[in-house]
């Protein structure tokens, strides 16, 4: 079974633009969710998807944006570009919330670099 | 919004037992334990429902004390694979939040 996967592994962009990371959760499952993980820091909940629906997300500004497509996959996009946004960002994927039991996969992360 | 974890580092020698602590200021659906190696993702460990039940790692375990919105994670025995971060995850209902995080080093 294909796990969670990430694109692009690095990405490297200057202060200003538009990053776009994308997330194929595991097949069968419908939740996708995104966190941010500075160096050295903790798992920082940015959005949570399911169903095509943003469910919720976490305490980051509104340039901080995403979707989820039809088949599951997701798209994070992050608006003019901060140095302070140069982080791991990790997907995971789960079955649906009313799942219960719905541990969340994670893929292998984005490491973005903002110069 | 985002639990609080005990201790935040520490360092065992093979075979000791560590018990790590997750505590949340909000009314709790679930816990989640994953570990995190260095460089790697997050992997599942264990989840724990309100009501008692739970699924998860063969020779870890876990509480979940609802009344106190407290999950505590024992690792017996431990060995030099159970190195990394160690995360609980919260579910509030409609909220997930990873706690902060420790840091568990296990030597020879």
């Known amino acids: 079974e294909a796990g969670v996967t990430q694109s692009p592994t690095h990405l490297i962009k200057t202060r200003g633009q538009q990053a776009t990371l994308r997330c194929s959760p595991i097949s069968g499952h419908t939740s996708v969710y995104w966190y941010q993980q500075a160096l050295g820091l903790g798992l920082q909940f940015l959005l949570w998807y399911d169903e095509g629906e943003e469910r919720n997300r976490g305490n980051f500004p509104p340039r901080f944006s995403g979707r989820q497509f039809p088949n599951y996959s997701s798209e994070l996009n992050v608006n003019a570009l901060e140095l302070e946004d140069s982080a791991l960002y990790l997907c995971?994927?789960?079955?649906?919330?009313?799942?219960?039991?719905?541990?969340?996969?994670f893929g292998p992360g984005t490491r973005l670099t903002v110069t | 919004q985002q639990p609080v974890q005990s201790p935040q580092a520490v360092i065992l020698r093979e075979g000791e037992d560590a018990v790590i602590n997750c505590s949340s200021s909000k009314a709790l659906y679930s816990v989640h334990w994953y570990r995190q190696k260095h460089g790697e993702a997050p992997v599942f460990l264990m989840i724990l429902l309100k009501g008692g039940e739970q699924k998860g790692h063969e020779k870890i375990s876990a509480s979940f004390n609802e009344k106190k919105q407290q999950s505590s994670l024992y690792l017996t025995a431990s060995q030099l694979s159970y190195s990394g971060t160690y995360f609980c995850g919260t579910d509030t209902g409609n909220q997930f939040y990873f706690g902060t995080g420790t840091s568990l080093t296990v030597i020879p």
């Open positions: 995971a994927s789960s079955l649906d919330f009313g799942s219960n039991l719905y541990e969340q996969y």
